[in-house]
C-alpha cells in the first residue's frame, strides 16, 4: 500500500474510481453503498478536520463533534430564514471557525488530559444547549430544510448528488491538509506535537501556532455539518452524541495521526465496515457493530500502534 501512494497518479485514479462509482452501483444491486458513501464521506472530512489538532499540533480533543453541530444548524437556520444554500454553506464555516477560535483563546493554555476533558464537557454543553433553544432550534424536534439539488443535471437521486459533492470536499479538503502539512506552518506543527518546550525556544509563537491548528479544523466540521443538513433535509441533537466524537477520534488514531491517507482509510474501515456487513451478511449482524468495532481498534493498537497508513515520521517516532 505504502508502495503504491508513492506514485502521483494513485490520488487522482482513486479518486476517478469513487466518482464513477455511484453511476455504476446501480446496475450491480449496490445502490445502498452510494449513500453509505456519502456518509464515510462526511466522517473523512471531519478526520482531517481533527488531524490538525490531534494529527499535527497533538492537540487532544474530545468535543469536535460540536463543531458538526454548530455547522449543521447553522446551515439549517440560515436557509429557513431565506439565505441561498450556497450562501448558508459558507456561513456554516464562518460561524464554526468563529466560534472555534473563541474557545480555543479561552483553553488552549491547558495540556494533555486537561484539554481532553475540557472539550468533552464544551460538546455536550453545545449538544444540551441546541437541544433547549427552542425558539431558534426547535430543541429535541429538529428542524425541517427545504430540499436542495444543486448536481440534477447530472443524477435525479439526491444520495448520487450529494455522494458527488461530498467527494469533491474531501478531494479539496485532501489537498489543503497537505500542502499546509508540507507549509512551514506544518513542519511547526509538527515540531510542537514532538516536544513544545524545544519549539518555543527555538522561536516558534507556540499559542498562536496551536490556535491556528485548533481554528482551521473547524473548517472541515462546518463544511460537513452543512452538507449533512442539506442532504437530510433535517437536523436533530441526537446525531451529535459524544459518541460520534469518540468515532472521530478512532478514526485518526487508527488511520494514523498525522497521516491523510491513514484517515481516509481509518474512516472507510470503522464508518464503512458495519453497514457492509449488514448489506452483505443480514441486518441482525448489526447488531455487533460495536463487537468488531472495538476488536479492530484492540487488534491495531497491539500490532500497529502507529496506525494503518502512519505519516513516515509519526512511525519513526513509534518504532526507534
Known sequence: MR???RYRWTPWAVLALAAIFPFIAGTIGASY???VGGVIGLFM??????NFTLG???LFDLGFIAFYAIGAYTTAIAMRAGVPAPLALVLAVLVTLFVRALLGLTILRLRGDYLAVVTMGFGEIARLSINNLDALTNGPKGLQLAPWRPLSFLSADPNIQYYLMIL???GLGAIASSRLEDSRVGRAWIAIREDEIAARLSGIPVRQYKLLAFTLSAAYAGLAGGLFAQ???????ES?????SILVVSIVVLGGMGSIPGVLVGALVLVGFPPLMQWKLSADWINYRYLFFGLILVLVTLFRPQGILPSSRREAELTS
Open 240 to 244: 451529535f452524541v459524544f459518541w460520534e
Open 168 to 170: 469533491f470536499a474531501v
Open 56 to 58: 499535527y499540533a497533538g
Open 3 to 5: 508502495q503504491l501512494l
Open 45 to 50: 472530512l471531519l478526520g482531517l478536520g481533527l
Open 231 to 237: 442532504w437530510e433535509q433535517f437536523v436533530t441533537p
Open 33 to 35: 453503498l452510494v449513500r
